[in-house]
């Protein structure tokens, strides 16, 4: 299964653009690039997928590059809730199982 | 919608002591899977089902039983519980189709003494 690497910690301030990136330099042709983010004491949750576009939805951006060996999601403003453990995921086709690595845990200070 | 329902919130056992950890689900999901998360690790699989009647072992296996009787649960059980097992369990369903996305229920903290 291909991997991701993320960084471990971010900071932002609240109501600031916040860029988590992600590597996956050996992403194949039918990876899927997803994100889950994990509040304090929660589950995990989804956010937002994508295959090679560059997608929107009412949670997040995602930016994938060119070559898909890396791709960033995007929090236009960032709030105090918005402070957990941001997963980058790649699922390959039809395959049900996710590989979950350490993800990025963001700070949003106030 | 219920989603993914996981009881009990907290759980405290002693050593070599049973539990059923229960997990149920109303999106009528075929594919359900069971997680533990320790401190400074990922989410570990520890067991999925495809399907009523089908269960399969995921990396962390060993001490976990599961069945899958109905498409709505998922129950997973430690049959003689250790402090190994101290952690925190999710339990999981996820979409059909190629997209897959999981939907996690809130969580069972277990301590096991």
């Known amino acids: 299964d291909a991997k991701t690497t993320q960084p471990n910690s971010m900071e932002s301030n609240e109501e600031e653009p916040v860029h988590l990136p992600c590597n996956h330099s050996t992403i194949s042709g039918t990876d899927y690039i997803h994100w889950y983010r994990q509040l304090p004491s929660q589950g995990p949750e989804y956010v937002i997928h994508?295959?090679?576009?560059?997608v929107n939805n009412r949670m997040a951006s995602l930016a994938i590059a060119e070559d898909r060996k890396s791709s960033t999601l995007i929090l236009h403003r960032a709030t105090l809730r918005d402070a957990a453990v941001y997963y980058c995921?790649?699922?390959?086709?039809?395959?049900?199982?996710?590989?979950w690595g350490l993800g990025t845990s963001l700070a949003v200070n106030p | 919608n219920a989603g993914v329902t996981q009881t009990p919130k907290f759980q405290v056992l002693k050593t070599g002591q049973s539990m059923t950890l229960q997990c149920a689900q109303d999106?009528?999901?075929?594919?359900m899977s069971w997680y533990r998360q320790d401190p400074g690790m990922g989410l570990r699989l520890i067991h999925y089902s495809v399907g009523a009647g089908i269960t399969d072992q995921g990396e962390v296996p060993n001490g976990y039983n599961v069945s899958r009787s109905t498409t709505e649960d998922f129950p997973l059980r430690l049959l003689s519980a250790a402090p190994s097992q101290t952690s925190v369990y999710f339990c999981a369903s996820t979409s059909p189709g190629g997209l897959g996305i999981q939907y996690f229920g809130a969580g069972t903290r277990l301590s096991v003494l």
């Open positions: 995921i790649l699922k390959a086709g039809n395959n049900r199982k996710l590989i």
């Open positions: 994508g295959l090679t576009s560059n």
């Open positions: 999106m009528n999901h075929e594919y």
